[in-house]
């Protein structure tokens, strides 16, 4: 598969002329301004990330920086350290002891702070609380919660004492929560009553207590109070977390880890219709957050940081919690929706708390475009100096209209390539460094090493092809939980066993910029959140009225993607209006309300090759309504044809 963007955003790129320089004044007080950083760094990576892993805490110092035994790697080998006493204990009980750690903002517009001395205080109770359910180090831990300081303080307290948190987005259904549950045997979860959103409250916990009829790894359940308190109960198994923490110690040792203990697992989507839990650990992870945290954010004492993504995806992990409290910032959390009140209320939260720092999604800001300006320009902006992008290609107009009306052409843009599998950034700006332009994430980080590659491997030096890292980093995902060979089989097998195959597809140009157009594998991005179309095709064809489904994307304004489902329904059921409906709540209780098709077209047939494969590419084509590709190997040239006039009339 090629990217679906790339003809037409190709174009625009390659008209891109539009050139960023970083302003003289914020490169004189950028954490890194040094230009030749670049080639220093490529005599010797290794070196490079031990500098930065010299900035952490350790409790016994690594033997070696890197044991690269493709493409299994192991960083900071032999050393000790723990997660949280690095984002915590350091800074509480150094000079930042009062310093605001977390800065909360509810939705109906409560706030909470907690300085690191108080967080340090809450996430030890935390710790005592696990270890008083029977939580020991290697524990799974599902964490299903809304956007609440208790969600870092239960990420944190399961770093604290070793054990392997999976944090799996509020968003998800049961059926999600309980496949994550069971797929790596999860001890505990801490969930809420609910959470704000738009308005009223979210329940999560009846989820919860339907994930687990089927779920019996879950020996107990804690419940943060969020909303009514007003949900079920199974005594023995769920406990109210205020309860619990009133009576715990505030005092817990930190459990000192080998550098390549589990840290968290975090599932994510890919080509089958399982999902992955992506494996990260400690050491090198942690020094991947910091790094990336401290140059790509350029974080200072005085600095507000605000990531908006949730702690549900790798964003929030490394870039609320692990990154900018590594590094002593100030974090601030917001729980709801960016229209609730109104769709000012991000920029008057940045008025109001004085947010200097501001990482967020294409997809939001093509939703701030199309509500206007007037939104912003009604809010005082003016503590904003650095502006961040992840998630998805950023199209070169939201990439404007975020420099203009946001960073009032003042603030640098950082447009950030990773993934759930890096852990940490990989490509992107150095604010104090790179002329940017419009669209494009231009260079990897230093200590990163990145190629265009073809299909059988040869390096593209200017030009488009496949997205390939070269070396180990310290940030890597180590494996899938309890599937190496998937491991193996998805990333390090398209050219040898040293290369990493992202998924992406890229571009170079002359100067030596990577354009990143999207995924070339059977993967969505849709909002930024990444759908596997089997995993939607699998939650459509378990309607006990659908015979055979298709998902592919389609390209979409706000979203970036959308979801584009063909249906064949057995015989003898009506389609209908009604039954798309059905159908598209459907997918939303087998995977969560992200993964509805936004269209769904019945058909007595799908395109088929001779040898009975479902052919996508015409599938895209339909949706995207363009001309049909190459239809020579299909059984039945007209079953196109028939597709192509039902999209018209939809
Ligand atoms: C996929 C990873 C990284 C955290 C959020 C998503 C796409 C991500 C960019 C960017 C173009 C991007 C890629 C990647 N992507 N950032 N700046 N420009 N594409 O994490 O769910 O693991 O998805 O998101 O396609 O492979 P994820």
Redesign the pocket.
Known sequence: MSPDTSSSMMDDLLHETRVFEPSDEFKAQANINDPAIYEKELADPEAFWAGFAEELDWNKKWDRVLQWDPPHAKWFVGARMNACYNCVDRHADGALGDKIAILFEGEPGDTLTLTYKELKREVCKAANVLKKLGVVKGDRIAIYMPMIPEAAIAMLACARIGAVHSVVFGGFSADSLSDRINDQQAKLVITADGGYRRGSIFALKPTVDQALGVSPSIENVLVVRRGEGDCAWTDGRDHWWHELMAEARDECEPEWCDSEDMLFVLY?SGTTGKPKGIVHTTGGYMVHAYATSKWVFDLKDSDIFWCTADVG???GHSYIVYGPLANGATVLMYEGVPNHPEQDRFWRIIEKHKVTVFYTAPTAIRSFMRWGEKWPDGCDLSSLRLLG??????NPEAWIWYHENIGKKRCPIV???????TGGIMITPLPGITATKPGL?TRPFPGIAAEILNETGEKIGVGGGLLAITSPWPGMLRGIYGDMDRYVDTYWSKWDKGTYF???GAKRDAQGYFW?L??VDDVL?VS???IGTMEVEGALVDHHEVAESAVVGKKHEVKGQAVAAFVTLKEGIEASLEKETELRNHVAKKIGAIAKPDSIIFTAELPKTRSGKIMRRLLRDVAEGRALGDTTTLTDPAVVDQLKEKYKDD
């Open positions: 994510t995806w790798i964003t992008s992840v998630g998805e290609p950023i447009d950030t390539w990773w993934q759930t599998e994430a992202p998924g992406d990143i999207g995924r991005n930024g959140h990444r």
